[in-house]
């Protein structure tokens, strides 16, 4: 069963729109939330985190938000281009450490010039 | 070198064959992470080194043996493996909490 799931595996969008990742998790006792990108012949490059006692984090181009009630996050990246397609995976661990990572199955993001 | 190394890239080999895997991490962490992924399917996280010290193996079946020297270097020993070990296994390294995992390309693995 999984604890973390991503399920859109693929996602298209225009060059300069917003592209928005989404991100379920069933575990109550996550706390810790990362969002990785990964490249083909690559592994994943961390790209950002939130803590569960924030509800948005930003950075640059990327921001995540986080609805504990619903147990959701998604990653927003605004503008989108074309050097950000790639794999992204959700992760979630607890007791505050990323030591115990659980991984969604990823979702392709594919950004069309 | 920076980052996380692993080698080699790509391992083809038999059920018969004994091989090992290699990470080497550039970074100062001191925990160290074996994962696996099979096609289509979320990473598994086998094996977790603190210090050097194992504190978790996510019922990973014995034909894999971890090694970790020191906190720069960690092994994966592999022995008489199954064709659905098939896989990238890939290697990643962290500081103190809550701090994020850094991985490496990973290992292609086929196994005939």
């Known amino acids: 069963d999984q604890q973390v799931k991503q399920n859109s595996p693929s996602l298209s969008v225009q060059e300069g729109r917003i592209s928005i990742l989404n991100c379920d998790y069933t575990?109550?006792?996550?706390?810790?939330f990362l969002w990785y990108k990964k490249y083909p012949a690559e592994g994943p490059t961390f790209l950002i985190s939130?803590?569960?006692?924030?509800d948005k984090n930003e950075d640059g181009r990327f921001t995540v938000f986080l609805n504990k009630s619903a147990k959701h996050l998604s990653l927003h990246i605004v503008p989108s281009q074309p050097g950000d397609s790639a794999v992204y995976f959700c992760?979630?661990?607890?007791?505050?450490?990323?030591?115990?990572?659980?991984f969604g199955s990823g979702t392709q993001l594919t950004v069309l010039p | 070198e920076t980052g996380v190394t692993q080698t080699p890239r790509h391992l083809v080999m038999g059920m018969t064959n004994k091989k090992s895997l290699k990470c080497e991490q550039h970074?100062?962490?001191?925990?160290m992470y074996w994962y696996k992924q099979s096609a289509k399917k979320p990473l598994e996280l086998m094996f977790v080194?603190?210090?050097?010290?194992?504190?978790e193996n996510n019922s990973v079946p014995s034909r894999f043996s971890p090694e970790c020297p020191n906190s720069s270097h960690l092994f994966l020993h592999l022995h008489t493996l199954q064709p659905e070990d098939s896989a990238l296994y890939l290697c990643?390294?962290?500081?103190?909490?809550?701090?994020?995992?850094?991985f490496g390309p990973g290992t292609r693995l086929l196994v005939l």
């Open positions: 992760a979630a661990s607890y007791g505050g450490s990323a030591r115990q990572l659980t």
């Open positions: 970074l100062g962490h001191n925990a």
């Open positions: 080194y603190n210090f050097k010290e194992q504190t």
């Open positions: 939130i803590s569960s006692i924030k």
């Open positions: 990643a390294s962290s500081q103190e909490r809550p701090e994020a995992q850094y």
């Open positions: 575990n109550s006792m996550f706390d810790y």
